[in-house]
């Protein structure tokens, strides 16, 4: 059964750390989007790229994140520095080629006191 | 650009009962449309999806939505609600156009608390 796995489902972090989020994408899906759910936003698209280009981070703060895709099988989201209100849980979701149907990771709960 | 409103932040059923969530979507034209179910602590996972043909369409879990052009409505329903539908239900639209982003944009989500 194929899953999008994120890592790690949980961290805690200080103000002013670096955060890195991983997500290992479904083996032939050519799409990453990462979202941010808050209870006051809701689910917001940070950024996806499609075929490892980036194709939309326009919902990323750009001072202190950043979105990369090293290769086919890894996407990481970056936090530096971080800041109690990036608390949040961070979702990866994937798509086939061609396709709208995005199977979502199931988070990294990040929390920075 | 395409939005999506689900009307009711929160619905409250009694086990057995009848279901229906409500979405409204605005799009100059037929678009994509989704239901994403989310249980406490999980990632988001597809009930059922529209793209084309017959409005009514049949989803896992015993889900079915209902595409109503003239409404401009997509509500998911159940007969009869298990405990474990308890969750937060998200609709998505996604645009048949626009260079073929396939982004989805998502309702602020409903959540359904379901009494014994």
């Known amino acids: 059964d194929a899953r999008v796995t994120q890592t790690p489902r949980d961290k805690v972090t200080e103000m002013g750390q670096e955060v890195t989020m991983r997500c290992q994408p479904i083996l032939g899906h050519n799409t990453v989007f990462w979202y941010r759910q808050t209870m006051k936003q809701g689910l917001e698209l940070l950024a996806y790229?499609?075929?490892?280009?980036?194709?939309?981070d326009s919902g990323m703060p750009k001072d202190r994140f950043s979105a990369e895709m090293p290769d086919a099988t890894l996407a990481t989201l970056k936090i530096q520095p971080s800041e109690p209100r990036d608390s949040a849980v961070y979702f990866c979701a994937s798509a086939p080629p061609n396709s709208y149907e995005q199977y979502f990771g199931p988070g990294t709960r990040l929390t920075v006191t | 650009a395409q939005s999506v409103t689900q009307p009711d932040i929160h619905i409250t059923v009694s086990e057995g009962a009848s279901l229906e969530l409500r979405c409204n979507y605005s799009y100059g034209a037929t678009p994509y449309l989704f239901w994403y179910v989310q249980s406490p602590g999980q990632g988001l996972q597809l009930l059922l999806k529209?793209?084309?043909?017959?409005?009514l369409v049949q989803g896992i879990k015993g889900f079915e939505a209902e595409f109503k052009r003239s409404q401009s409505s997509f509500n998911l329903r159940k007969p009869s609600v298990h405990w474990s539908d308890a969750a937060e239900y998200f609709c998505a639209v996604g645009a048949r156009s626009g260079g073929s982003n396939y982004k989805l944009t998502f309702g602020k989500g409903t959540l359904l608390t379901v009494n014994p």
């Open positions: 529209y793209f084309s043909g017959d409005t």
């Open positions: 790229f499609r075929n490892r280009a980036p194709l939309d």
